[in-house]
């Protein structure tokens, strides 16, 4: 079955969205996603969206929803690289991305998820 | 009012493999009549929005992408045909936030801010037809 890859990256999970998906492929995604969160304890996850040329609600409420179940999972997300094309058209269709996170690549996400981490002290408590 | 029709495809709307289809389909098509890159996308997903409508709401059906030529415009038409239930009420399913199928409901009224010209015909118990267009 088609998936996409999750790469353990440090202390992160990098999930780089590079196919046009189908909606069995985004739940896949959900399931392998929170199975690797709690597999690896892991406390940030990034979401690479840079190849992708098209964002839709489909897609929009997929990013909500790994966002809301990391959330749940002790985990905070980012989504990152996304196409200026694609944020004005988002905005457009009515899509804000609430309560998603957003950096502008994956450096950036990085930093922000250390940030996170530090200010939570979940970094010092994980390590501990 | 008759518009020349400069090319058209017909394409199944039967599964999600289709939708990717057609949202490539009307990607090389507005890459042909020289959109911008914005304007691409705006389309894609708006073609994107419906034809899911269209498997998920009509249960499956048929759309129709035309390359137009008008004057001096150029410009991309869809129409999604299904034989599904229909809409009830047109104009509360245009509104933002309203769904019967567990989504966001943003795919109507989003697809409609994302066209140029956008039209929706529906009968109860017969189906829906969603027409929109996007000029260059």
Known sequence: MERIPILK???FLLVTIQVDMHDRLALTLQDDLTEMIVKNRTHGVLIDISALEVVDSFIGRMLGNIASMSRVLDAATVVVG???AVAITLVELGLSLPGVRTALNVEKGMELLRGSLTATNGHARRQG | MAMPVVKA???????GDNVVRIRQIVRQWTVELGFSLVDQ???VTAASEIARNTLDHGGGG???VESLSEGGRRGLRLVFTDKGPGIENIDQALKDGFTTGGGLGLGLGGARRLSSEFSIESRTGEGTCVTLTRWK
């Open chain 2, 41 to 43: 996308t705006k389309i």
């Open chain 2, 9 to 15: 495809e017909r394409c199944p709307v039967r599964s």
């Open chain 2, 62 to 64: 048929e759309a129709l």
């Open chain 1, 9 to 11: 990256m440090g202390e």
């Open chain 1, 82 to 84: 996304m196409q200026p």
